[in-house]
């Protein structure tokens, strides 16, 4: 079993910053990928970045040169830092880690950009 927890969102105004983190906790050798995604009110999941074991990294065209994903081996914990945000960013950010071929969720953080 693998434990992931957000924490990072909140409300900030239009080009402002946030930093994202996703710990993972439990059962985390051999946790193949961790994923970023979001969902706005009355819109689908949609994934932001990928961060792949041996740390390959990917990222949505939308938040392509604004955000970047790494991690903290140290700290098993990946960030997500948002620069640059738009109002079109708001949603509820979900991490999700990959072991096998099972899905281990977070249970969300809300990150609201003001205009």
């Known amino acids: 079993q693998v434990q992931v927890v957000e924490s990072g969102g909140g409300l900030v105004q239009a080009g402002g910053s946030l930093r994202l983190s996703c710990a993972a906790s439990?059962?985390?050798?051999?946790?193949?990928?961790i994923h970023w995604y979001r969902q706005a009110p009355g819109k689908q999941r949609e994934l932001v970045a990928v961060i792949l074991s041996g740390g390959t990294t990917n990222l949505a065209d939308s938040v392509k040169g604004r955000f970047t994903i790494s991690r903290d081996n140290a700290k098993n914990t990946v960030y997500l830092q948002m620069n640059s945000l738009k109002p079109e960013d708001t949603a509820v950010y979900y991490c999700?880690?990959?072991?096998?071929?099972?899905?281990?969720w977070g249970q969300g953080t809300q990150v609201t950009v003001s205009s």
């Open positions: 999700d880690a990959v072991k096998g071929q099972k899905d281990y």
């Open positions: 439990g059962s985390i050798f051999s946790i193949n990928a």
